[in-house]
Nanobody, 125 residues
Framework: QVQLVESGGGLVQAGGSLRLSCTAS????????MGWFRQAPGMEREFVAV????????YYADSVKGRFTVSRDNAKNTVYLQMNSLKPEDTAVYYC??????????????????WGQGTQVTVSS
């Protein structure tokens, strides 16, 4: 069992930056593949980025590639999402998710076992 808590959301102007954090409980964080998803009002939850448990593999949605960076600090049980050059269409609730020893692309909602409560990101034009 792992509990996830996101933080770092807020209101930012277009072109600005935010860094989201997701801190996990438990002592086996290094074994979890961690994903970031987002959900805008009236839309399906969509994949944003993933960092595999081994740390050496990351993958991004095309819509954020080159602007967002996912990273992890296993010593702090934390995964980060650095978001630069934000656009109004990035406005959504952002969620982190975890899957123990997750393999493959890990881009589907159903690929993960644990979810955080979400943090709101609002980008104004």
């Amino acid at each position: 069992q792992v509990q996830l808590v996101e933080s770092g959301g807020g209101l930012v102007q277009a072109g600005g930056s935010l860094r989201l954090s997701c801190t996990a409980s438990g002592r086996t964080f290094s074994g979890y593949t961690m994903g970031w998803f987002r959900q805008a009002p009236g839309m399906e939850r969509e994949f944003v980025a993933v960092v595999r448990w081994s740390g050496g593999y990351t993958y991004y949605a095309d819509s954020v590639k080159g602007r967002f960076t996912v990273s992890r600090d296993n010593a702090k049980n934390t995964v980060y999402l650095q978001m630069n050059s934000l656009k109004p269409e990035d406005t959504a609730v952002y969620y982190c998710a975890a899957k123990y020893l997750g393999q493959g692309l890990m881009t589907g909602v159903n690929s993960y076992d644990y979810w955080g409560q979400g943090t709101q990101v609002t980008v104004s034009s």
